[in-house]
């Protein structure tokens, strides 16, 4: 019984992100062809802190980036 509300929920869930992506990108059509000015994404590197030992050890910021580009590398 709790397998079939929780997969009817997920059912529905699924139907409302693809109307709202939908709705997105018709949005975004919409406004390149109106004209309004478009581009690809940028990428934002914003950064959160999460722990102060960055700092404590005093690294610059690229040198903290640099060190979790290492850590996510895929070989």
Same mark, same amino acid.
């Given at each position: 019984?709790?397998? #079939? &509300?929780? !997969?009817? @929920?997920? +059912?529905?869930?699924?139907?409302? &992100? /693809?109307?709202?992506? !939908?709705?997105?990108?018709? +949005?975004?059509? *919409? %406004? @390149?062809? *109106? *004209?309004? @000015?478009?581009?690809? %994404?940028?990428?934002? #590197?914003?950064? =959160?802190? #999460?722990?102060?030992?960055? =700092? %404590?050890?005093? @690294? !610059?910021?690229?040198?903290? &980036?640099?060190?979790?580009? &290492?850590? /996510?590398?895929?070989?």
């Amino acid at each position: 019984m709790v397998l #079939f &509300i929780l !997969t009817e @929920k997920d +059912k529905l869930l699924r139907e409302e &992100i /693809t109307k709202e992506r !939908t709705r997105l990108l018709q +949005k975004m059509i *919409g %406004a @390149k062809k *109106g *004209g309004d @000015k478009v581009g690809p %994404a940028i990428p934002s #590197f914003a950064e =959160h802190n #999460f722990c102060e030992d960055d =700092h %404590a050890e005093g @690294k !610059t910021l690229w040198e903290r &980036i640099e060190n979790r580009m &290492i850590l /996510t590398e895929i070989n």
